[in-house]
Each structure stands twice: as C-alpha cells, then as structure tokens.
C-alpha cells in the first residue's frame, strides 16, 4: 500500500477592504489569530516610523531612494503615494509564500487592490466589508473616541468615494453583527483554499488511489 499523499495547494492573496469604522480592521485581527497559516503582508513606507512600531512588524521602513529603487525594479505588487509619503507591497515574500501553499493576508484599498489585480489577479480573494448603515458607520467612529469630529467627517466623505467599488471585489460582507460576518469570511476563505487545490497534485493523488485499489482487487 502507498502512503497517504499530502495533496498540495498554492497560497491565496486574501484582500480585506472596507470603509474606515466598517469592521474590517477587528475582522482581519480575528482571521489572523484563529487561521494558523495565514500572515500579514507587511508593507514598506517612507514615513518616520512612529514610537509604538517595530521595524519589520508594523511596516518595513525605508528611505525615500530605498522605496524609488524597490518601486522602479519591479520589486512591489502595488504602491501609493499617502499625504507625501509612499506605501507598497513587497513582491517576493508574497511569491514565495503563495508557492509554499501558504496564504496572505492584505489589508489594502480599492485602489492597491485595483493594482494588485493587475499584476496577480489569478492568485486574489477580495473581500469588501460594508457597514449596515450610515447612521452605524458614523456611531462606530465615535465610539472609538480617537479622532476629532473633522477627522471623522472627513472619514465618512471618504466612505462615500470607497462604498461605490464594492463592485470590483470578489465578496460583499455586510458587517451586521461582527460574529457572524467573521464566520462568513471565514468560510470565504476556506471555499477559496479547495479551489486552490492544483490539478497535477489532485492526479497524483488519485493514481496512487487507483493503484491501491488494484490490490485490493481479487
């Protein structure tokens, strides 16, 4: 008799996007601590690095020369330039997880992931997360007691200028009750990873199975 055989999959780029105050930030922290093989994509930015930051946990900084010379060699699967400083994911540590079998998680825009459908859309999820309404968007941003009542404003008429892309993404949450929608995404990702399943390992596989079967045949 063989052995059992490990039926091998490639790893999935899982794209989180939401609206400021819609859930996706507690959502993905969620995903991270229950799904053991799934990381973070760590970015790299040219902004000063703030006190509560690690290098290489929160964000990868990098000189302004550093991020050009990464961005002009191919280096990045999407950039943007944020308030005067620059944002990107690094290509390789993706590439080489998603060929470990090994998924990734994004917590990016409609615009980086816009990008990131250009360069590896065959190896995307998207996810957009909705609020259930306006009036609970904007309660959720004031329940959080961080930010001025300009910056919320601001971030409500960005939620306006976001919303209207839930339309490029794979899935729609509408983030009711953060249970249940974790539960949704969840399952998301677990319907993803069987599709993700390669056709020569599935093939491998089964003639293993078909000769095993051989002797147990009289």
């Not at 090994?102 to 995307?124: A, C, H, K």
């Not at 539960?183 to 095993?212: M, N, P, W, Y």
Request: proline fraction near 3%; aromatic fraction near 6%; charge should be negative.
């Amino acid at each position: 008799m063989n052995a059992n055989i490990e039926i091998a999959r490639r790893g999935i780029m899982l794209i989180v996007s939401s609206p400021s105050g819609a859930g996706k930030t507690t959502l993905t922290r969620n995903l991270l601590d229950k799904e053991e093989n799934v990381s973070l994509s760590i970015s790299v930015t040219t902004r000063a690095r703030r006190t509560s930051e690690i290098d290489g946990i929160h964000y990868k900084f990098l000189s302004r020369r550093q991020f050009e010379l990464m961005r002009d060699g191919g280096e990045l699967l999407e950039w943007a330039e944020v308030h005067g400083n620059f944002y990107g994911t690094p290509r390789e540590p993706v590439e080489t997880a998603l060929a470990e079998g090994r998924d990734v998680l994004f917590d990016i825009d409609w615009q980086g992931t816009q990008q990131l459908y250009n360069s590896m859309r065959q190896d995307v999820v998207s996810v957009f997360v909705l609020p259930p309404t306006a009036e609970e968007l904007k309660l959720r941003l004031e329940r959080r007691a961080e930010d001025t009542q300009e910056i919320i404003a601001r971030r409500l008429k960005n939620a306006a200028e976001e919303i209207p892309h839930w339309e490029e993404y794979d899935y729609v949450l509408v983030n009711r009750d953060l249970e249940k929608s974790f539960i949704r995404l969840r399952g998301i990702l677990t319907a993803e990873r069987l599709k993700r399943v390669r056709k020569e390992d599935i093939q491998d596989f089964v003639d293993h199975l078909l000769s095993d079967l051989k002797t147990l045949t009289p």
